[in-house]
Nanobody
Framework: QVRLDESGGGLVQAGGSLRLSCAAS????????MGWFRQAPGKEREFIAA????????YYSDSVKGRFTISRRNALNTVYLQMNSLKPEDTALYYC??????????????????WGQGTQVTVSS
């Protein structure tokens, strides 16, 4: 059974930083893109970033490029999202995701193969 377990969310002031972790288990993820999405109340789920499990190549949405960094440690089966210069509009439930595809194909929520349960990030002004 595939599991994606997120952690690291919390409350932070604007301008601060958080690092989210996603522990993946239940299968080998070679050939997969791993990514992060977020969903704010009343809004659609939004793609943020993706990384190739094998290649390490990365892909970001324009809304977070330059502020967020996605990385992975294959030996720990863990993907990270380092979030800097946080803004109140970054407040959302953040989800880890996995898709057997190239990273550029990660951007559509309906095509994701596996989801985590989400971790809340709240940025106060």
């Amino acid at each position: 059974q595939v599991r994606l377990d997120e952690s690291g969310g919390g409350l932070v002031q604007a301008g601060g930083s958080l690092r989210l972790s996603c522990a993946a288990s239940g299968r080998t993820f070679s050939g997969y893109a791993m990514g992060w999405f977020r969903q704010a109340p009343g809004k659609e789920r939004e793609f943020i970033a993706a990384i190739g499990w094998s290649s390490g190549s990365t892909y970001y949405s324009d809304s977070v490029k330059g502020r967020f960094t996605i990385s992975r440690r294959n030996a720990l089966n863990t993907v990270y999202l380092q979030m800097n210069s946080l803004k109140p509009e970054d407040t959302a439930l953040y989800y880890c995701a996995a898709k057997r595809a190239a990273i550029q194909a990660m951007g559509v929520p309906s095509s994701v193969d596996y989801w985590g349960q989400g971790t809340q990030v709240t940025v106060s002004s």
